[in-house]
């Protein structure tokens, strides 16, 4: 499955969350299967505040994984750092074809 993660983070606490991200490579490389391993599309900032916005700099990325609990390490391994929010997504083809598989 692939997510649309949203990520928010504080200025201040880059140096930490360079710290912690270089971990995360360092288990992908020994290929850990404590994170997500498929990162579709590099981290972006956002150049528009989201709604509700809790710090500094806004983000996203996209990762794809069938386990869950890729996502909740990935969450901890973070916190309290950086905000982190998931919303599983689908190819809108997948979808037609689901849509269609159930009209009957």
Same mark, same amino acid.
């Given at each position: @499955?692939k997510y649309?993660? $949203?990520?928010? =983070? /504080?200025?201040?606490? +880059?140096e930490?969350l360079?710290e912690l991200w270089?971990q995360?490579?360092?288990? =992908?490389e %020994? =290929?850990?299967? @404590?994170?997500p %391993?498929?990162l579709? +599309?590099? &981290? #972006?900032? *956002?150049?528009?505040?989201? &709604? /509700?916005?809790? !710090?500094? *700099?806004?983000? $996203?990325?996209? +990762?794809?994984t069938?386990?869950?609990? #890729? *996502?909740m390490?990935?969450?901890?391994?973070?916190?309290p750092?950086? /905000?982190?929010? +998931?919303? &599983?997504?689908?190819?809108?083809?997948?979808?037609?074809?689901?849509?269609l598989?159930?009209? !009957?």
């Open positions: @499955m649309l993660a $949203f990520i928010e =983070r /504080n200025v201040g606490d +880059f930490r360079t270089k995360v490579q360092d288990e =992908r %020994k =290929r850990s299967d @404590m994170f %391993k498929t579709l +599309f590099e &981290p #972006h900032t *956002l150049q528009a505040d989201l &709604p /509700n916005k809790t !710090r500094d *700099l806004q983000g $996203f990325f996209i +990762f794809e069938e386990d869950q609990s #890729h *996502l390490n990935y969450v901890m391994h973070y916190a750092y950086m /905000n982190i929010r +998931f919303i &599983p997504i689908t190819e809108d083809r997948k979808t037609a074809e689901a849509w598989g159930w009209e !009957r």
